[in-house]
């Protein structure tokens, strides 16, 4: 009987990976017309890059690296993913409502809360055959 | 769940740290089962009681009792 460790990522993958969102960030903004705003937030995509790298000593900054895997740690992680998912899907129907009081079209915002239910949906069904 | 993993590991010489890489898992983990934050999964558990060469009720009380 093997305990659920999941295999400890590289230290150094998370904060790379996070860092080379810059590329994609500036580019998208450069070819928007707006290469500044595209630096301002490629620099914050490194500089949050920088804080994951060195903050070594910092037990959550471990476990955002995912340093430290086991079980424990995937239970945190899908908790906090859990949160995030809850935040992300409140704000958007407060956008959703906002926006349509405004006489705007809510539509951006109804399809990303619509694929929100739709993911969330699928993930149950696959979930419970699975389980 | 009241467990009895501190008491059986000081008793074998053992530091948190040396634990955890026994059982393939952080010292945050271990740590965070003997202060009764967490608790294990039913492998973990298991191997928790073979490591200690316990059985599994020997280790943990599933009715608080020490």
Known sequence: ?131 | MKNEVRHLRTAGGLSQAELAAALKVSRQTINAIETERYMPSLPLAFALARFFDKSIEEVFHADGSS
Not at chain 1, 53 to 78: K, N, Q, Y
């Open chain 1, 1 to 131: 009987m093997q305990t659920a460790a999941p295999s400890p990522q590289p230290r150094r993958l998370v904060p790379l990976f996070v860092a080379v969102l810059a590329i994609p960030t500036f580019l998208a903004f450069w070819i928007g017309g707006n290469p500044r705003a595209g630096l301002i937030w490629g620099s914050l995509s490194v500089l949050f890059a920088l804080i994951l790298a060195v903050g070594g000593r910092s037990d959550t900054i471990r476990l955002l690296r995912g340093e430290d895997d086991d079980e424990r740690t995937l239970e945190l992680e899908t908790r906090a993913t859990m949160l995030t998912a809850v935040a992300l899907i409140v704000a958007l129907a407060v956008l959703f409502l906002v926006t349509a009081a405004r006489g705007d079209n809510p539509l951006v915002y109804g399809l990303l809360l619509l694929l929100a239910e739709v993911t969330h949906l699928v993930a149950l069904a696959v979930l419970n055959r699975r389980s």
